[in-house]
Nanobody
Framework: QPQLVQSGGGSVQPGGSLRLSCKAS????????FNWYRQPPGKQRELVAQ???????TFGNSVKGRFAISRNNIQKTVVLEMNSLESEDTGEYYC???????????WGRGTLVTVST
C-alpha cells in the first residue's frame, strides 16, 4: 500500500530555515507529481510548491524565492527547503502525491511548522 511519511518541521524564529521531507514508500516515482500544501490556523489549505514527474517546479506567490522543492526518485523522497521563514508561514504542512493522470491522490499526515519569536 503506497504511503507518504513526513518528517521535519518544528519551531523556528523568523528568518530561520526548516526542511520537510516526504518519504514515498511503495510508489512508482516516475508516475507521480508531488506537492506540498499548508493550512495556516483558521484558514484553508493552500498550495505551496509542486514538482512534476519531469522535475518542473512551481511555487505559490508568497513563497517564491524563499522555498525550494526537490525530489529523489531513487531514494523516493521529496524535500521542501524553507528559508527566510515568516510568521505567515506557520501552519500544518502536507505532502501530496498525484498520479500523472490525476486519477489517484495520496496525502501525508501533516507536520506542524511554527514560526515565532
Amino acid at each position: 500500500q503506497p504511503q507518504l511519511v513526513q518528517s521535519g518541521g518544528g519551531s523556528v524564529q523568523p528568518g530561520g530555515s526548516l526542511r520537510l521531507s516526504c518519504k514515498a514508500s511503495e510508489f512508482r516515482m516516475d508516475d507521480y507529481h508531488f506537492n506540498w500544501y499548508r493550512q495556516p490556523p483558521g484558514k484553508q489549505r493552500e498550495l505551496v510548491a509542486q514538482i512534476f514527474s519531469n522535475y518542473t517546479t512551481t511555487f505559490g506567490n508568497s513563497v517564491k524565492g524563499r522555498f525550494a522543492i526537490s525530489r529523489n526518485n531513487i531514494q523516493k523522497t521529496v524535500v521542501l527547503e524553507m528559508n527566510s521563514l515568516e510568521s505567515e508561514d506557520t501552519g500544518e504542512y502536507y505532502c501530496k502525491a498525484e498520479y500523472f493522470t490525476g486519477s489517484t491522490i495520496f496525502w501525508g499526515r501533516g507536520t506542524l511548522v511554527t514560526v515565532s519569536t
